[in-house]
T-cell receptor, first 114, second 114 residues
Framework: QQQVKQSPQSLIVQKGGISIINCAYENTAFDYFPWYQQFPGKGPALLIAIRPDVSEKKEGRFTISFNKSAKQFSLHIMDSQPGDSATYFCAASPYISGNTPLVFGKGTRLSVIA | EAQVTQNPRYLITVTGKKLTVTCSQNMNHEYMSWYRQDPGLGLRQIYYSMNVEVTDKGDVPEGYKVSRKEKRNFPLILESPSPNQTSLYFC?????????????FGSGTRLTVV
């Protein structure tokens, strides 16, 4: 079954700290791993994505780490800010999807407190 | 502005009364999809469409219908809504060729069926 398991369900981090959200997948055909960020009352928005040809991708304070052998990937938010408080979804799929949809994790609600 | 527009944003209806949630995108995207978001379950795909007149079931299609008669529109139809369809619904679209790359989501429709 095509699943993406995401943890933790919720996370509280002090301002300036590092937020870490982990995901694991099962389907070895998956080779595209995006993260989406969702603020209350809004739809999810693409934050950052990685493909297996690299083990890490960084965009500003956001970094994806990817471990192909373990079939795991994670999002690190450095210097977390209150404005980062949102729900984060990891997802996975084949890059060229055909009929395979993007499969989402169940989400992590991040709260960054001052 | 490139966007996916859903209407209505909020809807309260009674069991069995047919309803339609509209979705329109202005980015000339071939691929469109409907998701429902429920607490603890994340985003689950209902239906998707690879192009005009081409639709297929997602993970949770029961009780829903869709149509894709025009490229820009992808309405979600609930022929006989039931309380278990109370949820937050999102429409999403993506460019063709690599459908799972960079979904653009609408702002959501919160549906309550009583």
């Amino acid at each position: 079954q095509q699943q993406v398991k995401q943890s933790p369900q919720s996370l509280i981090v002090q301002k300036g700290g590092i937020s870490i959200i982990n995901c694991a997948y099962e389907n070895t055909a998956f080779d595209y791993f995006p993260w989406y960020q969702q603020f209350p009352g809004k739809g999810p928005a693409l934050l950052i994505a990685i493909r297996p040809d690299v083990s890490e991708k960084k965009e500003g304070r956001f970094t994806i780490s990817f471990n192909k052998s373990a079939k795991q990937f994670s999002l690190h938010i450095m210097d977390s800010q209150p404005g980062d408080s949102a729900t984060y979804f990891c997802a996975a799929s084949p890059y060229i999807s055909g009929n395979t949809p993007l499969v989402f994790g169940k989400g992590t609600r991040l709260s960054v407190i001052a | 502005e490139a966007q996916v527009t859903q209407n209505p944003r909020y809807l309260i209806t009674v069991t069995g009364k047919k309803l339609t949630v509209t979705c329109s995108q202005n980015m000339n995207h071939e691929y469109m999809s409907w998701y429902r978001q429920d607490p603890g379950l994340g985003l689950r795909q209902i239906y998707y469409s690879m192009n005009v007149e081409v639709t297929d079931k997602g993970d949770v299609p029961e009780g829903y219908k869709v149509s894709r008669k025009e490229k820009r529109n992808f309405p979600l139809i609930l022929e006989s809504p039931s309380p278990n369809q109370t949820s937050l619904y999102f429409c999403a679209s993506s460019t063709s060729g690599i459908p799972n790359y960079g979904y653009t989501f609408g702002s959501g429709t919160r549906l309550t069926v009583v």
